[in-house]
């Protein structure tokens, strides 16, 4: 593969059309005849680059309904015979619930998935690149497998159905890899916040984890002034009760009522040039600053500063992590629902363990044939949905390439985004509908960059790095060191290495909740374009490795951005929300309520944004509908 050129850039070094075809997925998807599987042949959406994740096309639709108020003719016609069950979405939650249904129903049920996106799996997505003739393969959403230990027995039992063992990436990932490497983090202040170009070693850490040890010699190297290093410096090192005198029940509700910025800079005496430093070190998990989180939950996450209370453990807190972030396949948490697709439609994906589900290819043509008891429809976004006059089914009419059509099912499971339910379901009761509004799921983007070789970071001994204050995206990171299925990670810097960048659009430090951060992030970050991330890449990257040697035409194979306007799923906030509040107390219970055949299955419904919290969700949608 020859040199990158600016064209190959802002397409994302990649076709805009299916590979090997001159016709779009769209227009392959819409042909019916019984040459569609062998045309769609070549349909294959984790190959596409450029923007992904909701691609155009996914969600202008959506918008139309719930922006514009636009509606559609409910075909007079029904298309297919009645399903005994439709799932709306195809996400985890989704296929997980069309699984479970399956397995309990009594009968060979006919289901049926329809989903607004090109790919199933909604934010657990596939990347793939190919990089000189070589297949790389990533994710571009959901990452891991979080604590599998802790999952419900329902949950547990899905993965068990599904073929995925999770104690074997304990021998799959590589938890040495960045030690033996002798690869740390880093910090990457740019000229234009920070005056200078400058890449340091990070002494602060995500979320308070340190490895720095000598910290006056490190933070001396940041382009801050004198009396800042030696606040950061105080903060990092000074052993103090900020709040002596107070007792134990004052100082968790004065840490539960502010946040940990506000804290630090009003209890600690820092100064607010020092906490934009480490700000955003936390948007990764909750999707906003210190700013809007409380510095209670600083506490919890042994956050600088809070660590000499004398509070001891939080009573009603679930127990922290106990196992090791490990449990990653090679392209995420695809890797799951690639496999509960293969157990709905085994003939779509080629074998039959959680290790060669990495290299299968998904033949797409055969997720919607005729003859399956078990269909998976793309492209498809719902516009409406009702009970027949009987109620003993429930019409849902959906949108492809612009056309309307009109399916039935004896059940309905949704499994989309809460917040789109009242839109297009008129059957919602009042007080349900602004329970189901209630939660404003958190904006992101997910970039994965493709580099031919990681000579440039080997030479600096960086694995990755954070960008303090931001322009747009706020780290960068090498891949997950995982070999499994086929798939090697690179031990040699002239490899070809995956790097994620991830970007949360916020506003912080104007007061703002997270619920409102994460409305007015959404409307940022329709305004991006590719372009506007392709700079920014080039510019962050180019600035923090060019002492390295790295060279963006030169080593940049493709890029890919996830963009995920409706992202992780809302959970609870202690600063923002009533403390009680939790995956088992909150709007979201109201909102998940059963509307006679029709259930909510999603992570929404769970106030969690795990793989637990979707399959938990869909366990509980299938019994309401099993039960009637």
């Known amino acids: 593969m020859s040199n990158i050129s600016r064209r190959d850039f802002l397409n994302g070094c990649a076709l805009t059309l299916t590979a090997g075809t001159a016709l779009s997925p769209l227009e392959l998807l819409a042909m019916n005849d019984e040459g569609m599987a062998a045309r769609m042949a070549n349909y294959y959406p984790p190959a596409l680059m450029g923007m992904r994740g909701d691609h155009p096309g996914s969600f202008e639709t959506a918008h139309a309904v719930g922006w514009e108020g636009k509606t559609w003719p409910r075909p007079t016609l029904q298309q297919d015979e009645t399903y005994d069950l439709i799932v709306v979405g195809a996400g985890l939650s989704g296929l997980a619930a069309a699984w479970l249904y399956k397995k309990r129903a009594a009968a060979d049920v006919r289901i049926l998935l329809l989903d607004n996106h090109d790919d199933f799996g909604g934010h657990a997505k596939r990347n793939e ?26 949950a547990a039992q899905i993965l068990k159905d599904i073929s995925i063992e999770t104690d074997r990436f304990y021998k799959y990932y590589d938890q040495d890899y960045f030690s033996s490497h002798k690869l740390k983090r880093g910090l990457y202040f740019n000229a234009e916040q920070w005056g200078e170009d400058v890449l340091a070693p990070d002494a602060i850490g995500a979320y ?15 382009p801050i002034a004198d009396e800042h290093k030696k606040e950061l410096l105080r903060l990092l090192t000074e052993e103090k009760d900020y709040l002596a005198g107070k007792t134990r029940d004052e100082k968790v509700e004065l840490l539960r009522t502010t946040s940990y910025t506000d804290f630090i800079q009003k209890y600690a005496g820092v100064p607010k040039a020092v906490t934009e430093i480490f700000r955003d070190n936390i948007q990764g998990l909750w999707g906003v600053g210190w700013d809007a989180l409380s510095a209670l939950e600083g506490y919890r996450m042994s956050c600088p500063g809070l660590q000499h209370m004398d509070i001891g453990v939080l009573e009603g807190d679930a127990p922290g992590r106990d196992e090791p972030y490990i449990f990653h396949f090679p392209d995420g948490n695809a890797g799951v629902a690639r496999s509960l697709v293969r157990k709905l439609i085994p003939e779509a994906v080629p074998g039959n363990t959680m290790e060669d589900l990495v290299k299968s290819r998904v033949n797409y043509g055969l997720l919607d044939q005729e003859k399956s008891r078990v269909r998976i429809r793309l492209n498809s976004t719902g516009v409406d949905m009702r009970h027949t006059k009987d109620e003993r089914a429930v019409d849902v009419t959906y949108v492809r390439e612009g056309k309307a059509h009109r399916v039935r099912g004896k059940h309905v499971i949704f499994a989309g985004y809460n917040g789109m339910l009242p839109k297009f379901c008129p059957e919602v009761p009042e007080a349900q509908r602004e329970a189901l509004t209630y939660a404003v799921k958190v904006p992101l983007v997910y970039i994965t960059v493709a580099l031919r070789n990681w000579q440039a970071m080997a030479n600096l001994g960086y694995q990755g790095f954070r960008v303090p204050k931001a322009p747009l995206i706020s780290s960068f990171v090498m891949d997950f060191p995982v070999s499994m299925g086929g798939v090697n990670f690179p031990q040699k810097p002239d490899q070809a290495m995956l790097i994620h960048g991830t970007y949360v659009p916020t506003v912080p430090d104007q007061g703002l909740t997270t619920r409102q951060q994460h409305k007015a992030g959404r409307i940022k970050l329709y305004e991006l374009t590719f372009a506007d991330f392709e700079k920014d890449i080039l510019r962050q990257m180019g600035g923090a490795l060019a002492a390295g040697g790295f060279d963006a035409e030169r080593d940049i194979a493709g890029i890919t951005v996830n963009r995920w306007p409706h992202g992780y799923a809302y959970e609870y906030n202690d600063l923002s929300d009533p403390d009680e509040w939790g995956p088992n107390k909150g709007p979201h219970v109201a909102g998940r309520a059963q509307i006679g055949r029709i259930s909510i299955a999603n992570a929404d419904a769970s106030a969690y944004a795990y793989i637990n919290g979707s399959f938990d969700a869909a366990d509980r949608a299938v019994n309401e509908q099993l039960a009637i």
């Open 208 to 222: 308070g984890n340190r490895e720095v040890t000598d910290m006056e010699a490190v933070i001396d190297t940041y």
């Open 129 to 154: 690149f190919d990089v000189d003739g070589k297949n790389i393969i990533g994710y571009g959403g959901s990452q891991s497998i979080d604590t599998p230990g802790h999952y419900s027995p329902v």
